[in-house]
């Protein structure tokens, strides 16, 4: 895009400190398709102020809070205001900030999850089918070209009807009590009152449900759910193991654990079909493992020749040189960029980003597996 068709870009949070701010802002960077062009970077207004006019934001539209932000912003020339609203503050804030401006009409993208409850999660939706604006939650993993791969390959038949799905994402930096030290990550992860009701099963498990049901498209039928914590005095679950069922009748394990000593960032899918099995890897992302019933191993490589055309959109580096997290995450602005662009110029478009949706369904999945563990492991309905 040229500099003056680039989207205005607002965010809330993500200032001095902060690592995902960072990662939103290098993503929309990534392709030119987006201005910084306001923010409310911190929860403390002298920091926020300070954060802004470090990123190069103008002094005036470095906010002390989102609340000035959202008043500022709306009282701006349409050719002026900020049009997109990036999210990245702790979990417990997503769903008053998200749903405050999509009121006033401006298009969101949030981190995930969408909302601490159902209810909240569903408010937003109504929020969002009355004003028609466009709202993308960064499940960022979705973005990798050779997840997109897997989809199309499953979608296509490649390894015939699934059976069994498993996904596990393992970390190890919360074995201990990190909270204790006064590290800010640790600190609200691990804190029901701004993390939500779900600790590693929210920060991550919902990362993992995500992956599996954009890449196979199964449907979850019902869960059964162990949750534990194993850092003493930990009020939130560091680890957990899911059984589930699909309406399909597949199977599926999902393991999510942040107690696991030498992982980094584990997140694995493995797909078993009829016919074959699809494996990945997201610390070794630029590789995809196809196999087939008669034996055949294919490894297809990101960048390479015959793959579907969404994951050639989704590459922008030729073959042999590694593309990562980044490329990842600034896919899903790339998209959300080319839907806000088709709404300006009122044309067809369609979205290629997780909408409001998967994000409602994540909520719906972490409130689901807390209910199981606290009955016991109990074999519980998954909401639709």
């Known amino acids: 895009m040229s500099t003056q068709s680039r989207i205005r870009l607002g965010m809330v949070g993500g200032g001095e400190g902060a690592f995902i701010g960072a990662v939103h802002r290098a993503a929309a960077a990534l392709d030119s398709m987006f201005t910084l062009t306001a923010g409310a970077f911190s929860s403390t207004p002298e920091k926020a102020v300070r954060s802004g006019i470090a990123l190069g934001v103008a002094p005036e539209r470095a906010y002390p809070s989102w609340q000035a932000m959202l008043d500022a912003e709306r009282q701006r020339p349409a050719n002026e205001r900020i049009e997109l609203v990036a999210i990245v503050t702790p979990n417990h804030t997503h769903y008053e900030i998200a749903k405050a401006f999509a009121e006033a009409g401006f298009h969101i993208i949030s981190d995930k999850p969408l909302a601490t409850t159902s209810a909240q999660a569903a ?36 390894i015939g009807d699934i059976r069994k799905v498993f996904v596990e994402y393992h970390q190890g930096w919360l074995a201990t009590p990190l909270e204790s030290s006064g590290q800010k990550q640790a600190d609200w992860r691990t804190d029901p009152n701004r993390a939500g009701i779900g600790g590693a099963i929210g920060d991550i498990g919902t990362h993992a449900e995500h992956l599996l049901t954009c890449v196979t498209g199964l449907q979850i039928h019902s869960l059964c759910a162990d949750l534990s914590s194993f850092v003493p005095g930990r009020k939130l679950d560091d680890d957990a193991s899911i059984l589930l069922r699909f309406t399909s009748g597949a199977k599926g394990v999902l393991t999510v654990s942040q107690i696991c000593v030498g992982e980094e960032n584990n997140l694995t899918l493995r797909i078993h079909g009829t016919t074959g099995s699809i494996a990945w890897r997201q610390e070794d992302p630029n590789q995809l493992t196809l196999c087939a019933l008669d034996g055949q191993r294919r490894i297809i490589t990101r960048g390479s020749a015959n793959t579907h055309p969404t994951t050639a959109q989704a590459t922008r580096l030729p073959s042999g040189h590694p593309e990562g997290f980044i490329e990842a995450f600034a896919n899903i602005y790339r998209s959300m960029a080319m839907a806000i ?34 009955q016991g492991s109990k074999w519980l309905p998954f909401p639709h």
């Open 123 to 158: 408010d937003l939706a109504a929020v969002v089918a009355r004003t028609g604006v466009l709202f993308g939650v960064t499940y960022n993993y979705s973005g990798y070209p050779l997840i997109k791969e897997a989809a199309a390959l499953v979608r296509d038949g490649a």
């Open 341 to 374: 662009h088709a709404r300006r110029t009122n044309s067809p478009h369609q979205p290629d980003y997780p909408t409001l949706h998967d994000g409602a369904r994540g909520v719906a999945f972490i409130e689901t597996v807390v209910q199981s563990a606290a």
